[in-house]
């Protein structure tokens, strides 16, 4: 079974950065695409930032330009650097891996990870 556990949450005042890691274990290959969702209370889970195994990656219109998502070289742990937040950026953040290996291929869409992380809280003070 694929775990997925992730840390680095927390609470910033708006301006500031935090860096969020989500480690994968529990499978052997490492080509799959992992992502960072949200969700703030009253709204729809969306996407963040995902990576493809090959490193194309895909940003969410809202964070583009302050957000950069990254693996590390195992391709089993991800991380966001998220830069100039705003209060709008409050949520519980999760990490999201993949069933299906993929290569080039970036997957935006919730219905296309299986596996998901617990979620971290991120609250940005105005």
């Known amino acids: 079974q694929v775990q997925l556990v992730e840390s680095g949450g927390g609470l910033v005042q708006a301006g500031g950065s935090l860096r969020l890691s989500c480690t994968a274990s529990?499978?052997?290959?490492?080509?799959?695409?992992m992502a960072w969702f949200r969700q703030a209370p009253g709204k729809e889970r969306d996407v963040v930032a995902a990576i493809a195994w090959s490193g194309g990656k895909y940003y969410g219109d809202s964070v583009k330009g302050r957000f950069t998502i990254s693996t590390d070289n195992d391709k089993n742990t991800v991380s966001l650097l998220m830069n100039n937040l705003k209060p709008e950026d409050t949520a519980v953040y999760y990490c999201?891996?993949?069933?299906?290996?993929?290569?080039?291929?970036?997957?935006?869409?919730?219905?296309?990870?299986?596996?998901w992380g617990q979620g971290t809280q991120v609250t940005v003070s105005s």
């Open positions: 999201a891996t993949t069933r299906t290996p993929y290569s080039d291929y970036v997957p935006r869409g919730g219905t296309e990870y299986s596996y």
């Open positions: 529990g499978r052997a290959s490492t080509t799959y695409a």
